[in-house]
């Protein structure tokens, strides 16, 4: 059980009630709902990574994954696994993703952006070697918004791992 209590989205008034009823009706958005200043923001930014991005959907999600393996977040996990296969990844990588990063089954750009990934979350700035193997190869608009992703992720495992939130009952865990 979450250590706050769930907000009823149905009593949440004015845009960003709309914005919130607007989302999956995710325990995610019934939490942001007690930060009315940060939710719209918050929510915008998590849509701008999901649609928006130059940095292709595949690697998007191996890095959710990735991040959410490291800090130990099981809802975005299990948020993921089915966008992650609607991305196109197997099943077979995306628990390689969360277990095996080193799998021969990825390419060298994936091997390198979770290598990234790892450097990233573990140590903040990835080694000289760590970055050059993925800025090699992807864009800048890329490489910020890889990095962006990360973050992102990495603030909503805090969140949701310290605020103890309940796995959403539409979603099926794997």
């Keep these: 059980m979450a250590r706050i209590p769930f907000v009823d989205l149905a009593e949440v008034s004015g845009p960003l009630g709309e914005t919130l009823r607007a989302r999956p009706p995710a325990n995610l958005y019934r939490i942001l709902a007690h930060a009315p200043t940060l939710a719209p923001g918050f929510v915008q930014f998590g849509l701008g990574v999901l649609k928006d991005m130059?940095?292709?959907a595949p690697l998007r999600e191996l890095v959710v994954l990735r991040v959410a393996h490291l800090s130990g977040a099981t809802y975005e996990i299990d948020h993921h696994r089915p966008m992650?296969?609607?991305?196109g990844l197997t099943a077979q990588k995306i628990d390689a993703?969360?277990?095996q990063?080193?799998?021969?089954?990825?390419s060298e750009l994936e091997a390198a952006v979770l290598r990234f990934v790892d450097e990233a979350v573990h140590k903040v700035k990835a080694?000289?070697?760590?970055?050059?193997?993925v800025a090699s190869r992807l864009s800048h608009r890329c490489m910020v918004e890889l990095l962006m992703t990360i973050g992102l992720y990495m603030g909503l495992a805090r969140l949701l791992e310290n605020l103890e939130?309940?796995?959403d009952h539409f979603v099926r865990p794997h």
């Design 54 to 56: 130059e940095l292709p």
């Design 127 to 133: 080694s000289d070697e760590a970055y050059e193997a």
């Design 165 to 167: 939130v309940d796995p």
């Design 97 to 99: 993703a969360l277990d």
């Design 101 to 106: 990063p080193a799998s021969p089954q990825f």
């Design 84 to 87: 992650a296969l609607a991305a």
